[in-house]
């Protein structure tokens, strides 16, 4: 082999070796997507959320009122002496009286406690696990109970439902209201509303319709025109989006978007459903308790619902005329299960929420954004608007250029000809120094 042809050859792998490890270090400037990940289509950007989950689950509820809490009580539920009895028996399944049937609640005894834990555990409809508040006793007239249950979620989550489930057999509210925090409790707005008396108590209609002028409206719905089921246990499950025009285009919905953002939950119980309808409390056929009709609440100030709590106790279809009734118990709020169901709020740019440095829940991040929720472009990425990730448009936060939009390396580092239109293009303090250059040179 020729000296020369040795030389060139050496001299092409060295500028080989050059240009690959220039090519390496420039490829590591980009991020490497895993080929698994939710939120790119190979090496394109794409709408990525984090899994729909039951946000409660396993997070702790705050009562403001628990039973046992400090002292022992008694409590009362309402049963259909032909529960358990097989169909075709002699009750029929709907025709017996109903029965209290009372208990000790007591926070030191395992078998008799009923703490909030139990509402964010693992629901089992075969063993059923119950909070319980403590026995209200006082008259309907002294004021609304305002019984609260507050969940913190420890960071912002776009909702789509809020769900009660009731244990068997305990008396369902007749009033409740549904709050939501969106920056961790400092402010609370109404997210939905549950009475007989919608206007009386809360001051709206019942079950209004919503307007894309008030999509951010609360309403408020009298659940028991819809089932008559309390007695027995029942579910009330609020749909944030339902009913609301913009739904149908969420991604485009500002409004709706801050509607169903919550970082707390908190339900307020104001007034216990009776079960039995007139103005003096017990007796009564089933039909008439189970159905907790409406139509029973329409007379006097609270729509002739019994004073008492004791009033409506029926062992043996009794009631006031029953001694033992009288004073044995009192009813509590029971709820057996608290979902909220939803997803992490990453705006269009995470697929999972993890812990961080600081302990807390927050997005991991793609898109080159940043934030807790993703809601912001990482430094220096600032070439466009931050945008939420929609399924039409990732809105991928761009690195901003060094170099100016017409304008390569090339152009700003190599020198231009001096012509005669470069010095016409150089701004000058003296307005006519441009023209005199140009005829100057020209009459010299």
Sequence with gaps: MQPAT?????????????????RNQYLRSFPVHSVNDPCYDEDRPRRCMPDFVNAA????????????????????????????????????????????????????????????????????????????????????????????????????????????MFCPHAIRPDSMAIYKSADYGKNWLPFQFYSSQCRKLYG??????????????????????????????????????????????????????????ATDIRVIFHRLQPASGGGGGGGGSASHAKSQSTELLGGGKFGGLPKKASDFLLPGGGG??????????????????FAVGG??????????CVKGADGKLECDCKHNTAGRDCERCKPFYFDRPWGRGTMRDANECKARSVFPPQDTAEDLFSPR????????????????????????HHSA
């Design 6 to 22: 040795a030389a060139l050859l050496l001299t092409l792998a060295l500028a080989g070796e050059a240009w690959a490890a220039h």
């Design 57 to 164: 689950f396993g997070v702790p509820i705050d009562a403001s009122s628990t039973c046992g809490q400090g002292k022992p009580a008694r409590f009362c539920d309402l049963r259909d002496p032909s529960d358990g009895q097989p169909p075709g028996g002699s009750s029929g399944g709907r025709s017996g009286a109903l029965e209290s049937t009372c208990e000790i609640c007591d926070e030191t005894d395992a078998t008799k406690r009923y703490p909030a834990l139990a509402l964010t555990d693992v629901h089992n409809s075969n063993n059923v696990t119950c909070w319980r508040s403590e026995p209200r006793s006082g008259t309907v007239d002294a004021g609304p109970d305002n019984v609260t249950l507050t969940l913190s979620l420890g960071k912002k989550f776009e909702l789509t439902y809020v769900s009660l």
């Design 204 to 261: 709206r209609p019942t079950k209004a319709t919503i307007s894309p002028s008030n999509e951010q409206e609360a309403r408020c719905v009298d659940h028991n025109r819809y089932s008559v089921d309390g007695v027995q246990g029942s579910r009330i499950a609020f749909s944030t989006l339902d009913g609301r025009p913009s739904g149908r285009d969420f991604d485009n919905s500002v409004i709706l978007q801050d509607w169903v953002t």
């Design 320 to 337: 006031r005329d029953n001694p033992a009734a009288v004073g044995s118990g009192v009813f509590t709020y029971a709820l057996s299960d």
């Design 417 to 440: 000809p001096q012509t005669v239109a470069n010095l016409a293009a150089v701004p000058s303090s003296n307005p006519s120094s441009s023209d005199d250059m140009i005829l100057h």
């Design 343 to 352: 997803r992490c709020k990453c705006n269009g740019h995470a697929s999972r």
